[in-house]
């Protein structure tokens, strides 16, 4: 379940700020009433979310819908940034709507969302002298929602290139090494990616499996040996990482049809 909420709303802030968290373990909801929660968190421990547990940790962003109810199992007391808000009545004209995890790790772009966040406290200490700092905040609130869905939506793009990247990576390092051994731990090493996440990639990309892949290109290989070489068939078979005769006869015949005598004497 993600937050989705309309780009050009402006959120109505009814309180933010830096808070102590003295309990370990408790649950607070948000039923009917109209209210979202946002936290950053500055503390270990867990939380669940609509059915879902995701870890915390310093950095971590959780956003809680309204009607939802958040379960809380943390490792100490601590503190967390925090804001409650609510959202106009939707209307029949309506703008673009983003959406949102309800858990995001910042990583390195903490400083930057809490250096935000504090912003947004500043505006709401001063709405008691001046009514113009309660639309101010939310102006903030507006602007740092869409920067949080920026953030999400740059890193969720550079990982899908990464993952193209490292499944162009893994096909290359099996081309390089046909007349070799290797594994598929080796391949997903240099592709940077754990190997069950690789195979997934490789897979969705290729339509075969790594070990697949690696099969047939060795017999392209092979054939390309028989066709345009005199060596020995059993010399093929080394020079494709198949030392063993019995077994590149075996493969060779499954992918091929035939023996890799058979292949070269129709040639």
């Given at each position: 379940?993600?937050?989705?909420?309309?780009?050009?709303?402006?959120?109505?802030?009814?309180?933010?700020?830096?808070?102590?968290?003295?309990?370990?373990?408790f649950?607070?909801?948000?039923?009917?009433?109209g209210t979202?929660?946002?936290?950053?968190?500055?503390?270990?421990?867990?939380?669940?979310?609509?059915?879902?547990?995701?870890?915390?940790?310093?950095?971590?962003?959780?956003?809680?819908?309204t009607?939802?109810?958040?379960?809380?199992?943390?490792?100490?007391?601590?503190?967390?940034?925090?804001?409650?808000?609510?959202?106009?009545?939707?209307?029949?004209?309506?703008?673009?709507?983003?959406?949102?995890p309800?858990?995001?790790?910042?990583?390195?772009?903490?400083?930057?969302?809490?250096?935000?966040?504090?912003?947004?406290?500043w505006?709401?200490?001063?709405?008691?002298?001046?009514?113009?700092?309660?639309?101010?905040?939310?102006?903030?609130?507006?602007?740092?929602?869409?920067?949080l869905?920026?953030i999400n939506?740059?890193?969720?793009?550079?990982?899908?290139?990464?993952?193209?990247?490292?499944?162009?990576?893994?096909?290359?390092?099996?081309?390089?090494?046909?007349?070799?051994?290797?594994s598929?731990?080796?391949?997903?090493?240099?592709a940077?990616?754990?190997?069950n996440y690789?195979?997934?990639?490789?897979?969705?990309?290729?339509?075969?499996?790594?070990?697949?892949?690696?099969?047939i290109?060795?017999i392209?290989?092979?054939?390309?040996?028989?066709?345009c070489?005199?060596?020995?068939?059993k010399?093929?078979?080394?020079?494709?990482?198949?030392?063993?005769?019995?077994?590149?006869?075996?493969?060779?015949?499954?992918?091929?049809?035939?023996?890799?005598?058979?292949?070269?004497?129709?040639?």
């Open positions: 379940m993600p937050f989705d909420f309309q780009m050009d709303d402006l959120p109505r802030v009814i309180r933010a700020g830096r808070y102590p968290l003295a309990d370990r373990n649950s607070v909801s948000y039923l009917n009433s979202n929660a946002l936290h950053i968190y500055d503390y270990h421990g867990k939380i669940r979310l609509s059915g879902n547990q995701y870890a915390i940790a310093p950095g971590t962003i959780s956003i809680t819908p009607g939802t109810d958040a379960r809380y199992d943390l490792e100490k007391p601590g503190f967390h940034y925090c804001t409650h808000f609510k959202f106009p009545a939707k209307s029949a004209k309506s703008g673009k709507e983003l959406s949102l309800l858990c995001i790790e910042l990583g390195e772009a903490r400083s930057a969302a809490e250096s935000k966040f504090m912003n947004l406290v505006w709401i200490q001063q709405a008691e002298a001046s009514p113009e700092a309660d639309h101010a905040a939310s102006l903030v609130l507006q602007e740092f929602l869409i920067w869905y920026w939506k740059s890193r969720s793009e550079n990982f899908g290139r990464k993952a193209r990247t490292a499944v162009v990576s893994a096909a290359m390092e099996i081309d390089r090494c046909l007349s070799k051994e290797i598929i731990p080796e391949i997903s090493r240099t940077g990616l754990s190997q690789l195979a997934l990639l490789f897979r969705r990309q290729y339509g075969i499996t790594m070990n697949r892949y690696l099969i290109r060795r392209e290989y092979a054939k390309h040996l028989l066709e070489t005199a060596l020995p068939v010399e093929i078979g080394t020079r494709v990482g198949l030392p063993d005769p019995q077994h590149f006869n075996k493969l060779f015949r499954r992918i091929a049809g035939k023996s890799p005598s058979q292949f070269r004497n129709k040639i």
